[in-house]
């Protein structure tokens, strides 16, 4: 499989305007520019884009790691942090830290907490990005659940 995008821009760094576009035509001539980039500005930028990709990710991931196990989740939702400073040598992605909370019926905490962390290594947007990454997982408790099932290799 391979997914498409195009950017284009005009202009200098700081006035320049850009827009980008997607194959699957959910982004259609986005805008973008210097302070939706690095200012916090409304609009969309690389690490945004990053952050959602690895969320988007990451949840495919742990539902096919559970579903190894024979679980399968209720709710899986992952907030993605992408963090970009300025090094000596430019700027730099230094960091994304996943925080997930999953509702997975069957699931004991020790072996949530295994598959969660597969995940994040088996993830292809994690093995892709040459960055520190952390995860804080939480199993939902607060929604019913059957017994947990006992720790068993899949």
């Given amino acids: ?63 096919a790691q559970l579903g190894k196990w024979g679980l399968t989740a209720e709710h899986i939702e992952t907030s993605a942090a992408v963090t970009l400073n300025r090094l000596k040598d430019g700027f730099s992605i230094t960091e994304v830290h996943l925080d997930l909370v999953a509702s997975v019926p069957g699931a004991d905490r020790t072996t949530f907490a295994v598959l969660a962390n597969k995940a994040m290594t088996d993830c292809p947007v994690s093995k892709l990005l040459n960055t520190k990454i952390t995860l804080d997982a939480r199993l939902d408790t607060l929604r019913p659940k059957a017994q947990p099932a006992p720790l068993l290799s899949p």
């Fill in 1 to 63: 499989m391979k997914r498409t995008a195009s950017a284009v821009w005009s202009g200098r760094l700081k006035d320049g305007q850009g827009k980008i576009t997607t194959q699957s035509t959910i982004l259609i001539n986005t805008p973008y520019d210097f302070g939706t980039c690095l200012e916090n500005e409304p609009g969309t930028n690389p690490e945004e884009l990053i952050a959602a990709a690895h969320a988007v990710c990451y949840n495919m991931a742990l539902a």
